[in-house]
């Protein structure tokens, strides 16, 4: 079946590290960008960080920049979201989302009609 898969989801202590995975089945990620998005119990999807089907442009929310670096291996048709200096305010579901584009260009806007929606894999900063 198409469809997106995120994992490497957690418990993690403040300052610590995670890195999610995305990983495609059924279909080919070299034409879709890819973004990962974010939500809180009792919040709206926010958007956390995108990449360009080349991995040439990416962009991050402000709240994440410095700390986040997004990723992806066409080869291995699986993009990464690796995330330190971790923030109990970065608690969260994660999704992954993937979408076609005419352009060289990304976008991490919720609203936005993806193609793809991962099942979302959960991220608890804790002590």
């Known amino acids: 079946q198409l469809q997106l898969v995120e994992s490497g989801g957690g418990l993690v202590q403040p300052g610590g590290s995670l890195r999610l995975s995305c990983a495609a089945s059924?279909?080919?990620?070299?034409?879709?960008?890819i973004g990962w998005f974010r939500q809180a119990p009792g919040k709206e999807r926010e958007g956390v960080s995108c990449?360009?089907?080349?991995?040439?442009?990416?962009n991050y929310a402000d709240s994440v920049k410095g700390r986040f670096t997004i990723s992806r291996d066409n080869a291995k048709n699986t993009a990464y979201l690796q995330m330190n200096s971790l923030k109990p305010e970065d608690t969260a579901v994660y999704y992954c989302?993937?979408?076609?584009?005419?352009?060289?260009?990304?976008?991490?806007?919720?609203?936005?009609?993806?193609?793809?929606w991962g099942q979302g894999t959960q991220v608890t900063v804790s002590s």
């Open positions: 989302a993937a979408v076609t584009l005419v352009q060289a260009m990304c976008i991490m806007y919720p609203r936005y009609e993806y193609d793809y």
């Open positions: 059924g279909f080919t990620l070299d034409y879709y960008a």
């Open positions: 990449i360009s089907s080349s991995g040439g442009i990416t």
